[in-house]
């Protein structure tokens, strides 16, 4: 089971430290991906054993590295270096391909695992509409490699993001 006082306190540090970004192509808050991401992730730790608090909080954090000056010296400071590793290994770097940056996660725990299959799962909504075709065809296929890569972290997510694969065939036209 999670804690929810640290989930509340993961929660204000990210909502912070995403203050006044926005889901892509969207005009809601960018907390919304976050706490998405994390509830497909949480319910993972209900059917099958894993750290929930673990993957609460880099569920939570997933992005910040990424997407935000938040550094790892602050993450380890403020939340430990396993959640900052597993953070750390979800920042995909400009220009990293996508076969690399499977190899951080795969490297980490079956925990990040989870949040990056939930993370792919949320993401396979419609895409922004701005997406030309090839680059909804390029996500499609990547989130096909990242299944592949990652599918055996999580039986359930891995079953979820399938069905979204599928689902996602509607916005790529043949």
Known sequence: MWNPDLF??????????????????QNY?????????CMESL???????????????CSLLHDTMEDT???????TD???????????AMTQQEGESTENYLKKIVR??????????ADRIWNMHAPPEHWDQD????????????????????PYLAARLSDRI?????????
């Open 8 to 25: 509340h306190d993961t929660l204000y540090f990210a909502a912070g430290a995403h203050e006044g970004q926005y889901v892509p192509g």
């Open 29 to 37: 808050s960018y907390v919304v991906h976050l706490i998405g991401v």
């Open 43 to 57: 319910r993972a730790t209900m059917i099958e054993p894993a750290d929930a608090n673990l993957v609460m909080q």
């Open 69 to 75: 000056p938040v550094t790892l010296s602050i993450l």
């Open 78 to 88: 403020r939340f430990g270096s396993q959640v900052a590793e597993g953070v750390l």
């Open 108 to 117: 980490q725990s079956k925990e990040i695992w989870m949040v990056k299959l």
């Open 135 to 154: 680059k909804r065809k390029d996500y499609h296929a990547e989130a096909k490699i990242i299944l592949e890569t990652l599918k055996t972290g999580s």
């Open 166 to 174: 599928y689902a996602y065939t509607k916005f790529i036209k043949q």
